[in-house]
């Protein structure tokens, strides 16, 4: 059974996404944030599978990282995407990983960990 294996916060920080290999770049904001990934708003489908540069800053720090379209869904006339990030320096996991614990013991998780992920509901009453 899948599992989160990181805490999740909620947050609203605005976000440029560019596609490795495309010739532009656009913004979103993510809405969800943790060590393994983030939930994304944007305007433009990020197909599941690719690549992409996200750009933001956490408080002062600036922070790029790639970033890999796991799935999207379409809520209310919004799209967004889920996020898993592929490259972490040791600089930005750190400042990450400090970002997300200030404000866990601030305002706590959106979920508590360990957490059934949806597309897994079918084996959910067996998981008990």
């Given at each position: ?42 305007r433009d489908l990020i197909p599941r ?80």
């Amino acid at each position: 059974m899948p599992i989160r294996r990181y805490p999740r916060i909620a947050v609203r920080i605005p976000v440029q996404l560019d596609p490795l290999g495309g010739n532009h770049t656009f913004s979103g904001e993510i809405k969800q944030l943790s060590l393994g990934g983030c939930l994304i708003e944007v305007r433009d489908l990020i197909p599941r599978g690719k690549v992409v540069w996200l750009s933001f800053n956490l408080g002062e720090f600036y922070m790029k990282t790639a970033a890999k379209a796991e799935y999207h869904n379409e809520k209310e006339g919004l799209t967004f995407v889920g996020a898993s990030f592929a490259e972490f320096t040791p600089l930005n996991f750190k400042k990450l990983k400090q970002f997300i614990n200030a404000h866990l013991s601030l305002h706590g998780s959106i979920f508590e960990n360990p957490v059934v992920l949806p597309n897994d509901v079918k084996n959910f009453a067996a998981s008990f």
